[in-house]
């Protein structure tokens, strides 16, 4: 079993191609590359109601069409180091790889980068020992045909089409497990003192096993990657009535949906990247 998590906020953004950006705790950028199919985004990340830090990061390549969220744990400042550190990884290994290589070959190479990244530099700091971090990475194809899915541990990447929003990710969690095994219920695994547990994290042992998915994309189509201080405050109905009155505006959203988990508590750092496509 990884170790527990506790979590805050972190989030740096690389506009243009290559450079590690400044970090911010609030972004939106759009643009259309090289012909490219145009890909539009906004990143909110917050510390919440109860926590004094923030463990979480958010991160977006906009020319390489790269997104993702960690949710960091250990003691101190652990957790924050371990999700910026593997949200980095993550990105410099997916554009270090080039863009000949299959998808999901780039993406599983991305993570086990920043599994490695995290893992090594807990080796070598007795403060940062048992680190380790969720991930959930998303890749766009250039045509905007696929939408690639990576991820580790409980935070989430669903879509919102339509009015329909769709989960795209599993947890790898112990409750999820148990509803997945059919010894719980949704409404249990939502309110058990057990739901922080997760059964993977990024970082926290010397290999890890990432899942990655392919799904079809719609013009028109919003990503929203997540940590699960979103989650435990809000149902995804909640969520929906929230991308159905500001998905048209992505910034807005993020920041609607941020402040509606504040509002039911803010028990936990809350990360909401949105990709519209
Ligand atoms: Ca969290």
Known sequence: MEPRRVSFWLAFVCCSSGTAGAIRFHESCSCRM?????????????????????EDAGAADLANRLFVVCDGMGGAAAGEIASSMAARA???QARQMGFDRSPRHRLEKAVLAANSGVYEEALHD????????????????EDSREAWVVNVGDSRCYRWRGRALQLLTEDHSWV????????????EASQSPLRNVITRAVGSQP??????????????DVYLLCSDGLLRELSEEEMKEVLRAESQDLMRCADALVDAANDAGGGDNITVLLVRV
Not at 129 to 136: D, F, H, Q, S
Not at 176 to 187: C, D, I
């Open 34 to 54: 090289n012909g490219a199919a145009p890909l539009a985004y906004a990143l909110r990340t917050d510390v919440g109601r109860a926590r004094d830090h923030n």
């Open 90 to 92: 993550f990105l410099a």
């Open 126 to 141: 007795a403060r940062l020992r048992g680190m380790g971090t969720t991930l959930v990475g998303l890749e766009l194809s």
């Open 176 to 187: 999820a497990e148990q509803v997945r095994h059919g010894f719980m219920t949704q409404l």
């Open 207 to 220: 290999r890890v096993e990432p899942d990655v998915s392919v799904h079809d994309v719609q013009p028109g």
